[in-house]
């Protein structure tokens, strides 16, 4: 069970895997992001005598472990030291490489464990559990597999190790190399050893090839490349989707019943995702949204969408609370599904708006916006227009309370007026036309309603008195110029009242479960993008350089951050976070051209 996240995640685009710092398998769902965790430790409970759900090599007398990614890859690396001198090495993959014209992406898991030198003891436990931990799998095995049976299907281990010593978990000596393959219940053709080098190889050229067509900032090169291979493996090749977190109900906070599953696709998350890649030339992961987030649109009932979807792109995630896992250190209650899919989040139609308005822009794409591509965005503005005075439960997500969030509103303003600027570049002057006068009708109700007088602020919310990190992004999005005095006013109060430390929180008075008692993180990287655009760039380095030594050994990030401790809380690896180093380090680094 892993007591931190101090976490590295594998995958390839149709599953994920996190694995600790001592190469437990934590965390592994099946068929896809969003099935049931086979490796679920992350969530168990490590003082069960019995204890199921996991995946490990455990050393005899061991003394040390180091872990790191090959360069430019999502290829893990966990070595292993005993007393004696002995070292082993564990690779970890998830094998993606183009094979036959098309992307080849097995549900599959691939460990090596190579000895590198003396004669280590190693004991393998592999104890695959089936609906949340619930139970063991059923067992049925050959020569060289090992069946995992469960009622959601069969996990098959094919491998060239011991059956005997893997299913009695007896400890052996490590003469040289065995290799794990987790994989469909399907013979593996050819020799396991040789099938498993030959993918680690295509494996690798694939990310290193991707990894090269980067456009990357000149400073931290090496925390980009990481955050950029982490969007990319949580995006899901089949759909399309992109989900927020490989997780669920990891807390925001020790013992606060903030435990959310964030494994589908939160329309938001997304456009912040497809516009980070872009910046970076990863254009297809925004190619592959828009068929995702196209078809979502076409079946919403009344031309309404909701904040969050399934990643198959189902409307209905209903919420519960699963009985068989205490949680992360015992913190449950541990859920599956999110109620968000039920919520008003006006913000939602400007945030799909504005991660297709790059197809209409960028003249690398081969399948360019069209005329027929923007009537069927209309339909979305329109209801911008209808709600963008409406309340609703926010970006936050507010479960008790509902208002006319600021923030909502100006993203309500956003889809306006990228239509119009999608019309002006379609040559359609008459629809270019009424989008900008919705625009500017909307921009204006928001500076009447939403501006604060006493505190010379846009305030969270219409006639509102408290502060949102959500406005940080006014300039970000096009509502506010830098040097209009209003932006000034309000990044200024939300540091008087957001700002504990280094950090920003994402607001401050109580919500349907108290006060927030951590940094939500991306806030942070809004602030400094803030203080950027304010030409306050020195104060904006210092507090990244802070932010890039709270993530873990690999460059990961959760959620939130306790600002005493500096540790990390809520569902892992978090898109926003990895997104928010991103778009931070493109501003901040010197360019290409000034840096010799």
């Not at 490990?56 to 001198?85: C, F, H, P, W």
Request: hydrophobic share 40%; proline share 4%.
């Amino acid at each position: 069970m892993a007591n931190s996240l101090d976490l590295g995640l594998i995958g390839n685009c149709q599953i994920g895997a996190l694995i600790d710092t001592t190469s437990e398998i934590v965390w592994y769902c099946l068929p896809r992001f969003d099935g049931d965790p086979v490796f679920c430790s992350l969530l168990g409970n490590s003082a069960a005598t019995d204890r199921i759900g996991y995946c490990s090599v455990e050393m005899k007398d061991q003394i040390g472990a180091e872990q790191t990614y090959l360069a430019n890859s999502a290829l893990l690396v966990t070595r292993l030291t005993d007393a004696q001198g002995g070292v082993v090495e564990i690779t970890d993959f998830a094998p993606r490489f183009r094979q036959y014209g098309r992307m080849f992406t097995p549900t599959m898991l691939i460990r090596t464990v190579h000895r590198l030198q003396g004669s280590p003891r190693i004991q393998l436990h592999i104890r695959p559990s089936h609906d949340y931990g619930r139970g063991r799998c059923d067992i049925t095995y050959g020569s060289h597999h090992i069946r995992y049976v469960s009622p959601n299907g069969v996990m098959r281990l094919s491998t060239d190790a011991s059956i005997t010593s893997i299913l009695q978990e007896i400890p052996f000596f490590l003469e040289d190399r065995i290799t794990l393959i987790f994989g469909p219940d399907e013979t593996i053709p050819g020799g396991i050893q040789e099938l498993a080098q030959r993918f680690q190889a295509e494996t690798l050229s694939y990310w290193h090839e991707w990894v090269r067509d980067l456009g990357i900032p000149f400073e931290w090169q090496d925390e980009v490349i990481r955050a950029a291979i982490t969007l990319k493996l949580n995006t899901f090749d089949d759909t399309g989707a992109i989900i927020a977190a490989m997780t669920t109900s990891i807390p925001e906070a020790p013992d606060s019943g903030r435990n959310w599953d964030y494994r589908y696709c939160w329309i938001r998350d997304s456009y912040f995702v497809v516009n980070a890649l872009n910046r970076l030339g990863a254009t297809r992961t925004m190619e592959h949204y828009l068929s995702y987030l196209i078809n979502v649109v076409a079946v919403a009932p009344g031309k309404q969408i909701q904040p969050v979807y399934g990643i198959d792109g189902r409307a209905r995630l209903e919420e519960s609370e699963i009985n068989t896992l205490p949680g992360y250190r015992g913190m449950g209650p541990v859920r599956v599904g999110n109620q968000a899919y039920e919520q008003l989040q006006h913000d939602v139609y400007g945030s799909a708006i504005l991660a297709v308005t790059h197809v209409f822009f960028d003249q690398r794409l081969v399948n360019r916006g069209d005329t027929a591509l923007f009537h069927r965005l209309e339909p979305l503005g329109e209801t911008a227009i209808q709600v963008h005075d409406q309340p609703d439960a926010g970006l936050w997500e507010l479960r008790g309370t509902k208002r006319v969030h600021t923030f909502s509103s100006i993203m309500c303003w956003a889809a306006c007026d990228r239509l119009a600027k999608i019309a002006t570049k379609l040559d359609l002057a008459e629809r270019a036309t009424f989008w900008s006068t919705q625009a500017e009708r909307i921009h204006a109700t928001i500076c009447e309603r939403a501006w604060n007088e006493r505190k010379k602020a846009f305030a969270a919310s219409f006639e509102g008195d408290t502060m949102d990190a959500s406005l940080l992004l006014m300039h970000d999005v096009g509502f506010l110029a830098a040097e209009d005095p209003r932006f000034t006013g309000t990044v200024v109060a939300i540091e008087k009242e957001l700002r504990h430390s280094d950090y920003i929180f994402r607001y401050v008075e109580e919500d349907d479960f108290g006060a927030p008692e951590n940094a939500f993180i991306v806030c942070t990287y809004w602030y400094i993008y803030a203080l950027v655009a304010l030409g306050r760039s020195d104060e904006a380095r210092q507090l990244f350089e802070n932010l890039l030594a709270r993530h873990n050994r690999h460059g990961l990030m959760a959620e939130h951050l306790d600002v005493r401790t500096g540790e990390q809380w809520g569902n892992f690896v978090q898109t926003y976070s990895m997104v928010g180093l991103i778009n931070s380090a493109i501003r901040l680094s010197k360019r290409w051209d000034h840096a010799f």
